[in-house]
């Protein structure tokens, strides 16, 4: 792979469902961004023909047969893998990219059923139906580009299946996401409930500077101690790069959280 160009057509002859985003960027180029995703050769080759500098991002879920586990190091993601798989049993061999934020998305085949995107750890969020992930050999908005690990390279390494454990992890997430959200919030929870708000709003459309406003009142207002300004903008700025649920597929309300049907 050595293009962009050549990168998406891979992905997609793999199966990966590919669209593209903005040169260093996460950012969708298309109009319906992740809905617009294929694996349409030719619509691929028009797409880098038109902007040759796009990043590669590969949509998740259940049509690619693809979920990825993202750790992210920024926020200890990587400290709560070791902690977990000390306790649980190492990840599998499975294709493994190291990400230009400096953190990891590890790939998986997917399970069946529906696998929702979500946070299930600190620092460790899952790719599933309905989320997407920018690949190599795109470039981060900070400057490195994503790359394959040697021994994690998707040509050689098959997608393993989720270990028990961490399926678990992903059924607990969804249990905990639709239990009623303490008007306090303490050490803990903070995070993930701002996460899960951001979340929520952007399924609706909400622009990232709206859901930084919206985050930024409810810090100072439920969190004890509130987040630092820069957590909270950086909440707001992830939800903002992802794209709104499809008509008919935004919410459902289970015991006042809202989450995807």
């Known amino acids: 792979m050595t293009t962009l160009r050549d990168a998406a057509l891979a992905y997609a002859a793999r199966g990966w469902p590919v669209f593209p985003c903005k040169p260093h960027a996460k950012e969708?180029?298309?109009?319906?961004?992740?809905?617009?995703?294929?694996?349409?050769?030719?619509?691929?080759?028009?797409?880098?023909?038109?902007?040759?500098?796009?990043?590669?991002?590969?949509?998740?879920?259940v049509q690619a047969g693809l979920v990825v586990v993202d750790v992210d190091a920024r926020h200890a993601g990587r400290e709560v893998l070791r902690d977990l798989e000390a306790e649980y049993g190492q990840f599998p061999t499975t294709?493994?990219?190291?990400?230009?934020?400096?953190?990891?998305?590890?790939?998986?085949?997917?399970p069946g059923g529906h696998v929702k995107s979500r946070p299930v750890a600190p620092g460790i969020d899952i790719k599933g139906d309905g989320g997407y992930v920018v690949a190599p050999p795109s470039v981060h908005p900070?400057?490195?580009?994503?790359e394959w690990e040697v021994s994690g390279h998707f040509e050689d390494v098959?997608?393993?299946?989720?270990?028990?454990?961490?399926?678990?992890?992903i059924l607990r997430a969804h249990r905990e996401l639709v239990t009623v959200v303490p008007e306090v919030l303490t050490e803990g929870i903070r995070n993930q409930t701002l996460i899960r708000i951001a979340g929520a709003m952007r399924r609706y459309s909400a622009s990232a500077e709206a859901i930084l406003a919206a985050?930024?009142?409810?810090?100072?207002?439920?969190?004890?101690?509130?987040?630092?300004d820069e957590e909270v903008a950086n909440i707001a700025a992830s939800a903002g790069r992802y794209a709104p649920a499809a008509?008919?597929?935004?919410?459902?309300v289970t015991g006042g959280v809202s989450e995807y049907a």
């Open 215 to 228: 985050l930024s009142v409810e810090n100072a207002r439920r969190c004890v101690p509130p987040l630092e």
């Open 95 to 110: 294709p493994h990219v190291l990400t230009g934020g400096g953190g990891d998305h590890y790939y998986f085949a997917h």
């Open 247 to 252: 008509e008919g597929q935004r919410q459902t």
């Open 28 to 61: 969708p180029l298309t109009a319906h961004g992740l809905r617009d995703a294929t694996t349409s050769a030719p619509g691929i080759a028009a797409w880098w023909g038109r902007w040759p500098d796009a990043n590669v991002a590969i949509a998740t879920g």
């Open 142 to 146: 900070t400057g490195p580009t994503y």
């Open 158 to 169: 098959a997608c393993a299946q989720l270990r028990p454990w961490l399926r678990n992890l």
